[in-house]
Protein backbone atom coordinates (compact mmCIF):
# COMPACT_ATOMS: atom_id res chain seq x y z
CA UNK A 1 0.00 0.00 0.00
CA UNK A 2 1.40 3.27 -0.80
CA UNK A 3 1.72 5.96 1.88
CA UNK A 4 -0.43 8.35 0.08
CA UNK A 5 -3.21 7.59 -2.70
CA UNK A 6 -4.34 9.67 -4.92
CA UNK A 7 -6.96 9.56 -7.86
CA UNK A 8 -5.70 10.18 -10.87
CA UNK A 9 -8.32 11.25 -12.50
CA UNK A 10 -9.14 12.76 -14.79
CA UNK A 11 -11.91 14.76 -13.85
CA UNK A 12 -13.81 17.10 -15.99
CA UNK A 13 -16.03 19.51 -14.86
CA UNK A 14 -18.35 22.63 -16.24
CA UNK A 15 -16.91 26.31 -16.10
CA UNK A 16 -17.80 28.05 -12.18
CA UNK A 17 -18.38 24.40 -10.56
CA UNK A 18 -17.34 23.34 -7.21
CA UNK A 19 -14.41 20.73 -7.33
CA UNK A 20 -13.51 18.53 -4.53
CA UNK A 21 -9.82 16.81 -4.92
CA UNK A 22 -8.77 14.26 -2.00
CA UNK A 23 -6.32 12.10 -1.05
CA UNK A 24 -5.67 9.48 1.76
CA UNK A 25 -2.72 8.50 3.56
CA UNK A 26 -1.51 5.80 6.47
CA UNK A 27 0.99 7.17 8.25
CA UNK A 28 0.29 8.77 11.14
CA UNK A 29 3.16 10.77 11.74
CA UNK A 30 1.98 13.30 8.55
CA UNK A 31 1.94 16.48 10.03
CA UNK A 32 2.23 19.07 7.53
CA UNK A 33 0.19 18.71 4.27
CA UNK A 34 0.67 20.57 0.96
CA UNK A 35 -1.11 21.18 -2.02
CA UNK A 36 0.45 21.69 -5.40
CA UNK A 37 -0.34 22.89 -9.14
CA UNK A 38 1.06 21.66 -11.91
CA UNK A 39 0.45 23.28 -15.44
CA UNK A 40 1.51 20.66 -17.99
CA UNK A 41 5.32 20.76 -19.06
CA UNK A 42 5.99 22.66 -15.82
CA UNK A 43 7.32 22.28 -12.29
CA UNK A 44 4.47 21.94 -9.51
CA UNK A 45 3.96 25.52 -7.96
CA UNK A 46 2.75 25.31 -3.88
CA UNK A 47 -1.06 26.21 -3.59
CA UNK A 48 -1.65 25.84 0.30
CA UNK A 49 -0.17 24.52 3.06
CA UNK A 50 -1.69 23.43 6.75
CA UNK A 51 -0.65 21.59 9.63
CA UNK A 52 -3.65 21.00 11.98
CA UNK A 53 -6.89 19.35 11.47
CA UNK A 54 -10.22 21.74 9.88
CA UNK A 55 -10.46 24.31 6.98
CA UNK A 56 -7.76 26.87 5.43
CA UNK A 57 -9.22 29.18 3.18
CA UNK A 58 -7.20 31.38 0.24
CA UNK A 59 -9.22 32.73 -1.88
CA UNK A 60 -11.44 30.14 -3.69
CA UNK A 61 -9.32 27.61 -2.40
CA UNK A 62 -9.70 25.59 0.76
CA UNK A 63 -7.97 22.87 2.15
CA UNK A 64 -9.10 20.53 4.96
CA UNK A 65 -7.34 18.43 6.96
CA UNK A 66 -9.00 15.07 9.25
CA UNK A 67 -6.07 13.68 10.79
CA UNK A 68 -8.91 11.27 12.32
CA UNK A 69 -9.47 10.14 9.25
CA UNK A 70 -6.31 10.60 7.85
CA UNK A 71 -8.22 11.99 4.91
CA UNK A 72 -7.19 15.43 3.21
CA UNK A 73 -9.11 17.63 0.57
CA UNK A 74 -8.48 20.65 -1.68
CA UNK A 75 -11.88 22.65 -2.74
CA UNK A 76 -11.93 24.88 -5.45
CA UNK A 77 -14.75 27.25 -5.42
CA UNK A 78 -16.55 29.20 -9.20
CA UNK A 79 -13.66 26.70 -11.44
CA UNK A 80 -11.88 28.51 -14.22
CA UNK A 81 -10.77 26.90 -17.31
CA UNK A 82 -6.97 28.52 -15.98
CA UNK A 83 -7.83 25.53 -13.35
CA UNK A 84 -7.06 22.93 -15.24
CA UNK A 85 -3.89 21.42 -14.30
CA UNK A 86 -2.78 18.43 -12.52
CA UNK A 87 -3.12 18.75 -8.44
CA UNK A 88 -0.50 16.76 -6.23
CA UNK A 89 -1.38 16.27 -2.47
CA UNK A 90 2.14 16.38 -0.21
CA UNK A 91 2.79 15.42 3.21
CA UNK A 92 5.46 15.69 5.80
CA UNK A 93 6.07 14.34 9.26
CA UNK A 94 8.19 17.59 10.08
CA UNK A 95 11.61 17.97 11.21
CA UNK A 96 14.51 16.32 8.51
CA UNK A 97 12.23 13.97 7.16
CA UNK A 98 11.42 13.96 3.34
CA UNK A 99 8.29 15.11 1.94
CA UNK A 100 5.64 12.38 0.22
CA UNK A 101 3.88 13.30 -3.29
CA UNK A 102 0.43 11.84 -4.40
CA UNK A 103 0.42 10.57 -8.36
CA UNK A 104 -1.67 13.98 -8.37
CA UNK A 105 -5.26 14.42 -9.79
CA UNK A 106 -5.62 15.67 -13.92
CA UNK A 107 -8.40 18.31 -13.85
CA UNK A 108 -10.21 20.12 -16.79
CA UNK A 109 -12.09 22.64 -16.13
CA UNK A 110 -14.38 22.95 -19.63
CA UNK A 111 -16.22 26.24 -20.61
CA UNK B 1 14.04 37.71 -9.52
CA UNK B 2 14.71 35.22 -7.20
CA UNK B 3 13.83 31.78 -7.96
CA UNK B 4 15.06 27.99 -9.12
CA UNK B 5 16.21 27.17 -12.57
CA UNK B 6 17.49 24.13 -14.37
CA UNK B 7 18.69 23.27 -17.47
CA UNK B 8 18.73 22.30 -19.92
CA UNK B 9 14.96 22.26 -20.51
CA UNK B 10 15.14 19.39 -22.95
CA UNK B 11 18.03 16.82 -23.05
CA UNK B 12 19.19 13.96 -25.32
CA UNK B 13 21.08 11.10 -24.49
CA UNK B 14 22.40 7.74 -26.32
CA UNK B 15 22.65 5.34 -24.68
CA UNK B 16 25.71 3.95 -22.30
CA UNK B 17 26.09 8.28 -21.88
CA UNK B 18 26.24 10.28 -18.71
CA UNK B 19 24.35 13.69 -18.65
CA UNK B 20 24.60 16.06 -16.34
CA UNK B 21 21.60 18.70 -15.66
CA UNK B 22 21.97 21.74 -13.83
CA UNK B 23 19.46 22.97 -11.02
CA UNK B 24 20.40 26.65 -9.67
CA UNK B 25 19.05 28.69 -7.09
CA UNK B 26 18.89 32.43 -5.32
CA UNK B 27 16.51 32.12 -2.82
CA UNK B 28 19.15 31.49 0.04
CA UNK B 29 17.74 27.89 0.84
CA UNK B 30 19.49 25.42 2.25
CA UNK B 31 18.04 22.38 1.45
CA UNK B 32 17.74 21.36 -2.29
CA UNK B 33 16.04 18.33 -3.84
CA UNK B 34 15.84 15.93 -6.76
CA UNK B 35 12.84 14.26 -8.18
CA UNK B 36 12.05 12.32 -10.96
CA UNK B 37 8.40 12.35 -12.64
CA UNK B 38 6.94 9.33 -14.55
CA UNK B 39 2.94 8.89 -15.71
CA UNK B 40 0.81 7.86 -12.91
CA UNK B 41 3.75 7.44 -10.45
CA UNK B 42 4.05 11.37 -9.23
CA UNK B 43 7.31 12.24 -7.85
CA UNK B 44 9.68 10.21 -6.68
CA UNK B 45 12.87 11.21 -4.70
CA UNK B 46 16.00 10.88 -5.75
CA UNK B 47 18.63 12.33 -3.76
CA UNK B 48 18.50 15.80 -0.77
CA UNK B 49 20.83 17.99 0.60
CA UNK B 50 19.88 19.29 3.29
CA UNK B 51 23.13 21.55 3.65
CA UNK B 52 26.51 22.60 1.42
CA UNK B 53 28.88 19.19 1.10
CA UNK B 54 25.80 16.88 2.52
CA UNK B 55 23.68 14.73 0.91
CA UNK B 56 21.34 11.56 1.19
CA UNK B 57 20.00 9.23 -1.05
CA UNK B 58 16.13 9.07 -1.76
CA UNK B 59 13.95 6.63 -2.81
CA UNK B 60 15.60 5.53 -6.48
CA UNK B 61 19.15 6.49 -6.01
CA UNK B 62 20.53 3.85 -8.30
CA UNK B 63 21.96 5.34 -11.44
CA UNK B 64 22.08 9.06 -10.23
CA UNK B 65 25.03 10.82 -8.55
CA UNK B 66 25.05 14.41 -6.99
CA UNK B 67 27.26 16.91 -5.62
CA UNK B 68 26.80 20.08 -3.37
CA UNK B 69 29.52 22.22 -3.56
CA UNK B 70 27.93 25.60 -3.33
CA UNK B 71 24.76 26.56 -1.69
CA UNK B 72 22.75 27.57 -5.69
CA UNK B 73 23.75 24.47 -7.59
CA UNK B 74 22.47 21.02 -7.19
CA UNK B 75 23.21 19.23 -10.17
CA UNK B 76 22.33 16.06 -10.78
CA UNK B 77 24.29 13.61 -13.23
CA UNK B 78 22.38 10.81 -14.66
CA UNK B 79 24.90 8.03 -15.05
CA UNK B 80 24.90 4.55 -17.54
CA UNK B 81 23.96 2.56 -14.73
CA UNK B 82 20.06 3.87 -14.75
CA UNK B 83 18.51 1.70 -17.00
CA UNK B 84 15.64 3.29 -17.73
CA UNK B 85 16.33 7.39 -17.79
CA UNK B 86 13.98 8.76 -20.15
CA UNK B 87 11.64 10.83 -17.62
CA UNK B 88 10.94 14.70 -16.71
CA UNK B 89 12.98 15.68 -13.80
CA UNK B 90 12.21 18.61 -11.35
CA UNK B 91 14.75 20.17 -8.97
CA UNK B 92 13.73 21.96 -5.59
CA UNK B 93 14.30 23.88 -3.27
CA UNK B 94 13.23 24.95 0.39
CA UNK B 95 14.39 26.67 3.91
CA UNK B 96 15.64 23.62 5.18
CA UNK B 97 16.31 23.58 8.61
CA UNK B 98 13.37 21.39 9.27
CA UNK B 99 11.14 23.49 7.27
CA UNK B 100 10.44 21.63 4.06
CA UNK B 101 6.72 22.39 3.83
CA UNK B 102 7.18 25.44 0.96
CA UNK B 103 9.52 23.59 -1.61
CA UNK B 104 9.87 25.84 -4.96
CA UNK B 105 10.19 24.08 -8.09
CA UNK B 106 12.08 24.90 -11.31
CA UNK B 107 10.65 24.16 -14.64
CA UNK B 108 12.41 21.19 -15.30
CA UNK B 109 14.17 18.92 -17.48
CA UNK B 110 12.91 16.06 -19.83
CA UNK B 111 15.43 13.69 -20.81
CA UNK B 112 14.55 11.24 -23.61
CA UNK B 113 17.09 8.08 -24.30
CA UNK B 114 17.97 8.07 -28.15
Known amino acids: QKEVEQDPGPLSVPEGAIVSLNCTYSNSAFQYFMWYRQYSRKGPELLMY????GNKEDGRFTAQVDKSSKYISLFIRDSQPSDSATYLCAMESGGYQKVTFGTGTKLQVIP | DGGITQSPKYLFRKEGQNVTLSCEQNLNHDAMYWYRQDPGQGLRLIYY???????QKGDIAEGYSVSREKKESFPLTVTSAQKNPTAFYLC?????????????FGQGTRLTVV
Open chain 1, 50 to 53: TYSS
Open chain 2, 49 to 55: SQIVNDF
Open chain 2, 92 to 104: ASSLGQGRNTEAF
